[in-house]
């Protein structure tokens, strides 16, 4: 079966562009995860969903992060004015039942973001 | 804060070999530890995951033990493979937080 997919794969931006990332997770995967990832580091918590609620946005580095997943299956995680330390991979990730990390996640391929 | 570290920060091992991951975390207040694999440009795979009543889970060649009390947990490779190439993370949930160690990366010679 497929696994959990982005788009795009390569993305770069001007300084102070908005860029949108999507991610498509498992099929009928209720918990969907983003996570930052700098060169050279593990990947850091942004946000949590589960279905279309977001439960936690505790990591989101600063208001021109913004994620939405209206229906519970696609989500977006939109950057506003983006700045070039935004660039890093950006991982989606989802789990098959609800709580935070209490199941195995699986992980999309990421989106690497280059800002100049 | 949790912090989780890894050591070492990159190995290099001839074909055959059995080799140790380490991983270390600083609040020993976990639900569970998971070992994740992750390929050049690829995202992670998820390898074992450990809830925090157990103490070690196995799958093929590989074993991850899980010491809460001291925050420790190690991989364990046996007869490693070229294939085994790849950066390993660890990482904790504290219920509602997930936090990755830095990495170890593998690369097993030929």
């Known amino acids: 079966g497929a696994g959990v997919s982005q788009s795009p794969r390569y993305k770069v931006a001007k300084r102070g562009q908005d860029v949108a990332l999507r991610c498509d997770p498992i099929?009928?995967?209720?918990?969907l995860f983003w996570y930052q990832q700098a060169l050279g580091q593990g990947p850091e918590f942004l946000t949590y969903?589960?279905?279309?609620?977001?439960?936690?946005k505790s990591g989101l580095p600063s208001d021109r992060f913004f994620a939405e997943r209206p229906e519970g299956s696609v989500s977006t995680l939109k950057i506003q004015r983006t700045q070039q330390e935004d660039s890093a991979v950006y991982l989606c990730?989802?789990?098959?039942?609800?709580?935070?990390?209490?199941?195995?996640?699986?992980f999309g391929p990421g989106t690497r973001l280059t800002v100049l | 804060k949790q912090e989780v570290t890894q050591i070492p920060a990159a190995l290099s091992v001839p074909e055959g070999e059995n080799l140790v991951l380490n991983c270390s975390f600083t609040?020993?207040?976990?639900?569970?530890l998971q070992w994740f694999r992750q390929d050049p440009g690829k995202g992670l795979t998820s390898l074992l995951l450990?809830?925090?009543?157990?103490r070690e889970q196995t799958s093929g060649r590989l074993n991850a033990s899980l010491d809460k009390s001291s925050g420790r947990s190690t991989l364990y490779i046996a007869a490693s493979q070229p294939g085994d190439s790849a950066t390993y993370l660890c990482?904790?949930?504290?219920?509602?937080?997930?936090?990755f160690g830095p990495g170890t990366r593998l690369s097993v010679l030929p």
């Open positions: 990730a989802s789990s098959l039942t609800a709580g935070f990390f209490s199941d195995t996640q699986y």
């Open positions: 099929s009928g995967h209720v918990s």
């Open positions: 969903f589960q279905n279309e609620a977001q439960l936690d």
């Open positions: 609040d020993s207040a976990i639900y569970n």
């Open positions: 450990i809830q925090s009543s157990q």
């Open positions: 990482a904790v949930s504290e219920g509602q937080n997930f936090v």
